[in-house]
């Protein structure tokens, strides 16, 4: 695992920043930043840029800016998250960590990264982003790696955490480790934050797309699932 903590300033790519802050600042639309913050509930202010357009934008820093090695990837990423002024410059270090030259870098030593960035993101625009399309990958590449970090989040005090657990396998149809799945909602099954309940019914609902009749068991069985998450879970059965 690579320790966050211990991350060195040498091993930031301090040009892609740079660029990325600055690029950030060129693409401002001042009319729509309040609009998105309001929007998000975000004390963190926007700069207005659409996703669309931050996209193309990272598209092209990232191809003008090549990291070394996975360290430099981390290092980088975690500068433009904790130094971040704007909501937005978290968006690209999320992009960052996905991009697709760097995808022989994603392993179980990542787990770190995305575990300081769901807790001090802490909601839902970048949690569910690196929940379903960073550690449900890294989940199911590396079960026996992660299995047990997701038994832990499930029952963490971090509700950022326990959500992740929750819908980290949104995409992984059948590949789902149903057992995980069951365990990771019954430990939060009676919680009653709203993040927690409509993530327990998204994840049963996503699920009930590959194997309907384990959901419709799973919600006979659960008494206890709260009225949210059984709506969300059967929406489509």
Wanted: proline share 5%.
């Amino acid at each position: 695992m690579i320790d966050t903590a211990l991350v060195d300033s040498a091993l930031v790519d301090a040009a892609l920043v740079h660029a990325a802050r600055n690029g950030l600042a060129e693409l401002a639309d001042p009319a729509k930043a309040p609009q998105m913050q309001a929007y998000m509930k975000s004390t963190m202010p926007f700069r207005g840029v659409a996703n669309p357009e931050r996209r193309a934008m990272t598209r092209r820093l990232f191809a003008e800016h090549p990291l070394s090695d996975v360290d430099t990837l981390v290092g980088t990423a975690l500068e433009l998250w904790r130094g971040a002024t704007h909501r937005e410059e978290r968006y690209v270090a999320i992009d960052l960590t996905g991009h697709r030259a760097y995808a022989a870098w994603q392993t179980p030593a990542l787990l770190p990264l995305y575990e300081e960035m769901v807790v001090t993101g802490a909601w839902w625009d970048f949690v569910d982003e690196i929940a379903a399309r960073r550690i449900g990958p890294l989940l199911r590449a590396s079960p026996e790696a992660l299995t047990e970090s997701m038994r832990q989040w499930a029952r963490d005090e971090d509700r950022w955490k326990r959500r992740t657990s929750v819908i980290c396998q949104l995409g992984a149809k059948e590949a789902t480790d149903t057992a995980l799945l069951a365990e990771c909602v019954t430990a939060n099954i009676e919680d009653q934050d709203f993040f927690l309940r409509k993530g327990i019914g998204w994840a049963l609902r996503q699920h009930a797309r590959t194997d309907p009749r384990w959901v419709l068991d799973f919600v006979a069985a659960h008494p206890a699932l709260s009225p949210l998450s059984r709506r969300e879970a059967l929406k489509h059965l």
